[in-house]
């Protein structure tokens, strides 16, 4: 098991496992490329906050996001366990980047975050959240509580936050079944 930048030849990410269950192929192409490239920026912008680097101003089209994953960050977060990393799994030929590993105020629970910036809510979620836990145990050795997804919103509001962790071994096995066909579809 490594922990590397880049992903490994070979490797699969886990965002290319579930692709096929996210709908995007329904997207325009420039209007999906314009969120992808948005949501790359949102996800800078509040890395850069949760490491206390955020200077100088956000770009327009992310600041109502930015702006919403700060007031949550303030508000529920103790303490950040792990910044933005790749996990590169040996065992399965796996990479993925989770967003951040917190433990959240009142709490000794430590909860894996992925930050959402499309409106609508996927299932692929729940899976892809279960993916990045299989990574940490694998690669990381860390036991995750809590799996959440942190849902920013693209007009003024608050985070929505979705948990999933009520079926943890089962969205695993979801998971590993979709890599499975992925492996099975493309060598």
Same mark, same amino acid.
């Given at each position: ?55 100088? /101003? ?24 792990? /910044? ?20 959240? +105020? ?9 930050? +959402? ?42 985070? +929505? ?27």
């Amino acid at each position: 098991m490594s922990t590397r930048d880049q992903i490994p030849p070979g490797y699969v990410s886990v965002t290319e496992v579930l692709a096929p269950f996210s709908k995007l192929h329904l997207i325009d192409p420039i209007v999906l490329q314009n969120a992808a490239d948005r949501g790359t920026r949102v996800h800078k912008w509040c890395t850069m906050y949760v490491l206390n680097l955020l200077f100088g /101003e956000v770009d327009l089209d992310c600041r109502i996001y930015v702006e919403a994953f700060k007031r949550w960050c303030d508000k529920y977060v103790d303490k950040v366990l792990l /910044e933005p990393t790749r996990l590169n799994c040996d065992q399965y030929r796996l990479s993925g980047e989770f967003d951040l590993f917190v433990q959240l +105020k009142g709490s000794t629970n430590r909860v894996l975050i992925d930050i +959402k910036t499309p409106q609508q809510a996927s299932k692929s979620w729940q899976l892809q959240t279960a993916a990045y836990q299989i990574l940490m145990e694998k690669v990381l050795c860390e036991e995750v509580d809590q799996r959440m997804i942190l849902q920013l919103p693209k007009f003024e509001g608050d985070a +929505k936050v979705i948990m999933h962790d009520q079926d943890s071994k089962n969205d695993k096995d979801l998971f590993f079944d979709a890599l499975r066909l992925h492996r099975y579809y493309n060598g």
